[in-house]
């Protein structure tokens, strides 16, 4: 009997959240594969930051290192015992085979992300040096593939290879293979959704980063159309209303306004500051539309949990989520794009526009399902269709295998 291949994993990524990307995109996603929780240097400089953070929290009142950077590197001083290595945002410094998936692009740097708002970079001379280290890295024989999890993701690859020294970008474009994450349908058959009455109408929010996730703008907008419509309808919220993310920079004054509002309508309005996973998928099987109308999201793994369920969703059209949702199977609401697709959250200008765009798209949405609730049905469809047609687990595994089965080529 053949050795399971032993797959090397970070060990402090090991116990994310269920719905997490490491979780979606490389945790046990091979089921007759070993994976092994390997630790190294920069894990523990992560915690030693994190640690020390908090001491200076607690003595200053706010924080004042930044892990962002020792988060996405890997280096061990003796090779891990594993046949391949999988990161996800990372690099590899090692010599055994490694291959990363990522959300936005690689190396993930703080200097990378703020190069990507410009166009270009803007390095000091250490960050140029870790920078070209990186990009060695990646164009070694060592790293295997380089797997966005979507077509922007890839996009955005793409710039970042033109800022490296051009033997490094050749080598490293050639290794660039775009893997959507796996989502298994979540009914067995879209007869349960049509056996679901259509009044009341059910919608549904889930996001943790409620503000970010355009949270906000949608309860306003539900609320203005309740203004002008007798169809009932019902309103779930599966969030823990966290402030101060880096998209909106919601505070202590947005948050009181969505609790009033929450507190305001509860006769139709349903709030869960959190519920285990399994019962958030349960509610999706029960509800008619899902909802992400984010400001910034890398991808939206709410949104194939909902298509999974049957629910066609309404987002907006940014990022990956222009590529997984479509007027097909949901609704995209327009927003300002910037030059890889994201909405420009980043000014206030854009944190504007964007907001405007939201409240506006959302309303629209829910006035043009009011007035054809059969369309939930016709949508739904097509987004379980979707879900089954290019986001099969299998497929997904096949393709990872094929992609570690390389390793038997570095020498």
Not at 61 to 81: E, I, M, T
Not at 281 to 304: C, E, F, I, N, R
Request: glycine share 4%.
């Amino acid at each position: 009997m053949a050795e399971k291949l032993r797959i090397g994993v970070v060990a402090r990524r090991w116990r994310q959240d269920p719905s997490g990307s490491y979780a979606r995109n490389v945790l046990n996603r091979l089921p007759d594969a070993e994976y092994v929780p390997v630790g190294d240097l920069f894990s523990s400089l992560v915690a030693f930051n994190m640690r020390a953070n908090a001491l200076l929290h607690r003595l200053t009142g706010r924080s004042w290192l930044s892990h962002f950077n020792l988060n996405n590197q890997f280096y061990r001083l003796r090779a891990p015992a594993v046949d391949v290595l999988h990161l996800f945002n990372g690099v590899s410094y090692n010599t055994v085979p490694w291959v990363t998936s990522f959300e936005t692009a690689v190396p993930r740097f703080t200097e990378v992300m703020e190069g990507l708002k410009r166009q270009k970079p803007q390095f000091s001379p250490l960050q140029k040096w870790r920078f070209e280290l990186a990009a060695r890295a990646m164009a070694s024989e060592s790293c295997l593939a380089i797997i966005p999890i979507s077509e922007n993701a890839a996009r955005a690859q793409r710039l970042v290879l033109g800022w490296m020294p051009p033997k490094y970008a050749t080598a490293i474009a050639a290794k660039i293979t775009v893997l959507h994450p796996p989502q298994a349908p979540i009914i067995k058959s879209f007869a349960e959704k049509e056996a679901l009455p259509l009044r009341p109408l059910h919608f549904m929010f889930v996001g943790h980063d409620f503000f970010r996730k355009g949270g906000l703008e949608m309860l306003k907008a539900f609320i203005q159309v309740r203004k002008h419509s007798q169809i009932p309808l019902r309103l779930t919220i599966v969030s823990a209303l966290q402030i101060r993310d880096y998209a909106t920079r919601a505070g202590e004054k947005e948050l009181a306004e969505a609790r009033r509002l929450i507190s305001a309508n509860s006769e139709w309005i349903t709030h869960y500051p959190s519920l285990p996973h399994a019962e958030v998928l349960a509610l999706m099987k029960q509800a008619h539309v899902g909802l992400l109308p984010t400001y910034a999201d890398s991808y939206g793994y709410a949104v194939l949990e909902f298509q999974a369920a049957g629910c066609p969703v309404i987002t907006t059209e940014m990022g990956a989520l222009a590529e997984v949702n479509s007027e097909e199977r949901g609704w995209l609401i327009k927003v300002p794009r910037d030059h890889i697709g994201r909405a420009p959250y980043y000014t206030p200008e854009g944190r504007a526009a964007i907001s405007k765009a939201i409240r506006n798209g959302v309303a629209a949405a829910i006035d043009e399902i009011l007035q054809n609730p059969e369309m939930v049905r016709q949508k739904g469809k097509a987004a379980l269709d979707y879900i089954r047609q290019n986001h099969d687990p299998m497929r997904h595994a096949n393709t990872l295998r094929e992609i570690y089965a390389q390793r038997a080529n570095v020498r």
